[in-house]
Nanobody, 127 residues
Framework: QVHLVESGGGLVQPGGSLRLSCAASGGTFSNNAMGWFRQAPGNEREVVAAITRSGDSTYEAPSVKGRFTISRDNDKNLVYLQMNSLKPEDTAVYFC????????????????????WGQGTQVTVSS
């Protein structure tokens, strides 16, 4: 397992942008697929985006596709979530997750496929 710490959350107006970062330590970062999940009050935790070990392939949920981009830097043990054109419905706690489930080119999209989680960072989209 790896230790994950998210940063970059905050309050932003609708239409604005934020970039979340997730720093990993205590493991071999490049052995893990990475994902971003979010959870709003009263809702289930849902996948936002995920990326393969190498970073060659990504997945973005339909609700964020075209607005959010996931990327990673294996030299710096960092994964990012660039969020543009933010909407009030994007308001949630965002979590970074790491997992070695599946093969090298597999993109995990379910929470159970990840075994390390960060503490979360709050994103609030409001005018």
């Amino acid at each position: 397992q790896v230790h994950l710490v998210e940063s970059g959350g905050g309050l932003v107006q609708p239409g604005g942008s934020l970039r979340l970062s997730c720093a990993a330590s205590g493991g071999t970062f490049s052995n893990n697929a990475m994902g971003w999940f979010r959870q709003a009050p009263g809702n289930e935790r849902e996948v936002v985006a995920a990326i393969t070990r190498s970073g060659d392939s990504t997945y973005e949920a339909p609700s964020v596709k075209g607005r959010f981009t996931i990327s990673r830097d294996n030299d710096k043990n960092l994964v990012y979530l660039q969020m543009n054109s933010l909407k009030p419905e994007d308001t949630a706690v965002y979590f970074c997750a790491a997992g070695d489930y599946g093969g090298y080119y597999y993109i995990p999209k379910e929470a159970y496929e990840y075994d390390s989680w960060g503490q979360g960072t709050q994103v609030t989209v409001s005018s």
